[in-house]
């Protein structure tokens, strides 16, 4: 019945927010994120040589992570498990504050 949606409606509304109060926004953490955010500048600044294009352009976002990608390809095997060490944290316990 209509009534019975109404009231069902106005119980899902508020039940929804009092959840979402509590709920925690999390991030999974990548080796490749990490690497990213470590070496953000550098990846920037080669892209943005490499593109031609100015941050924030589509030509720019096609060639940022070609530039990650060959950035990473000398990271030795021991490299990359400290990588993965540090997003399993950063997963847990969240980025150091100059990344958030």
Known sequence: SPLAQK????????SRKALARFMRFTRKWS???VFYQENRDK???LTEQN??????TPV???YLQRTTTELMVPVTEDEMAVL????NEWSLRGPPHEIQ
């Open 7 to 14: 009231v069902r409606k106005w119980f899902d509304n508020r």
């Open 31 to 33: 080796a490749r994120n």
């Open 43 to 45: 990846i920037m600044n």
């Open 51 to 56: 593109s031609g294009a100015p941050p924030g």
């Open 60 to 62: 720019y976002f096609g």
């Open 84 to 87: 993965q060490e540090t997003a």
